[in-house]
């Protein structure tokens, strides 16, 4: 089983980029993916969701209105109006349950992306 995120970067204050992350080693369909970034020094939060059918979605207060999650074969999380508080490593995960807001709910797990906000 495996995850790749990737599309990080650096970015100023105000712009955007757009993340990726394509799953090989299981049925993409049966599994809802999460976004959850860590940024030096802190936790790794939760940051976005989508569920199995595509239908739901979930988002951090802190990233509500800015960021976009979306999947066709491979899971998107559009980032729009970054901050240099976005700077963190960006890793997507994978679930086959019901729950997306901790990590302890994700199965699987793929390697970060960095992305940088500069003020």
């Known amino acids: 089983v495996q995850l790749q995120a990737s599309g990080g970067g650096l970015v100023r204050t105000g712009g955007s980029l757009r993340l990726s992350c394509v799953t090989s080693?299981?049925?993409?369909?049966?599994?809802?993916i999460g976004w959850f970034r860590q940024a030096p020094g802190k936790e790794r939060e939760f940051v976005a969701a989508?569920?199995?059918?595509?239908g739901n979605t979930y988002y951090a207060d802190s990233v509500k209105g800015r960021f976009t999650i979306y999947r066709n074969n491979v899971v998107y999380l559009q980032m729009n109006s970054l901050k240099p508080e976005d700077t963190a490593v960006y890793y997507c995960?994978?679930?086959?349950?019901?729950?997306?807001?901790?990590?302890?709910?994700?199965?699987?797990w793929g390697q970060g992306t960095q992305v940088t906000v500069s003020s």
């Open positions: 995960a994978a679930t086959s349950g019901s729950y997306y807001y901790t990590s302890h709910d994700y199965d699987y």
């Open positions: 080693g299981f049925t993409f369909d049966d599994y809802s």
């Open positions: 989508i569920t199995w059918t595509g």
